[in-house]
Nanobody, 125 residues
Framework: QVQLVESGGGLVQAGGSLRLSCAAS????????MGWYRQAPGKQRELVAR???????NYADSVKGRFTISRDNANNAVYLQMNSLKPDDTGVYYC???????????????????WGQGTQVTVSS
């Protein structure tokens, strides 16, 4: 009963910017880390950026200095500001969250990873 919904992908020229958004909804008790992953054609999914609930963020070396991750705990949302985009940034971007979710018909919670459906980012040269 937990969903992650992403928005903000699109087509942009090299050097341009995009901002991705992801909102979690459903039977959420609390959210630990939130992050963004991406998958380019023919490649494995890789971590782009991750932000825990407290503590420092971490970024893939390839995006350091260009991308900024942030979160809004009140709205269970995470954002990725992407600047100075390069063609190598092209791929499907997935939102990820480690969530304590309510177990239906109990007073318990369970912890697991949740994924969004993905949003396409295409950077043209």
């Amino acid at each position: 009963q937990v969903q992650l919904v992403e928005s903000g992908g699109g087509l942009v020229q090299a050097g341009g910017s995009l901002r991705l958004s992801c909102a979690a909804s459903g039977s959420i008790f609390s959210i630990n880390a939130m992050g963004w992953y991406r998958q380019a054609p023919g490649k494995q999914r890789e971590l782009v950026a991750r932000i825990p609930d407290g503590g420092s963020t971490n970024y893939a070396d390839s995006v350091k200095g260009r991308f900024t991750i942030s979160r809004d705990n009140a709205n269970n949302a995470v954002y990725l500001q992407m600047n100075s985009l390069k063609p190598d940034d092209t791929g499907v971007y997935y939102c990820n969250a480690l969530i304590w979710a309510d177990v239906p018909e109990t007073s318990l919670q369970s912890l697991r990873d949740y994924w969004g459906q993905g949003t396409q980012v295409t950077v043209s040269s």
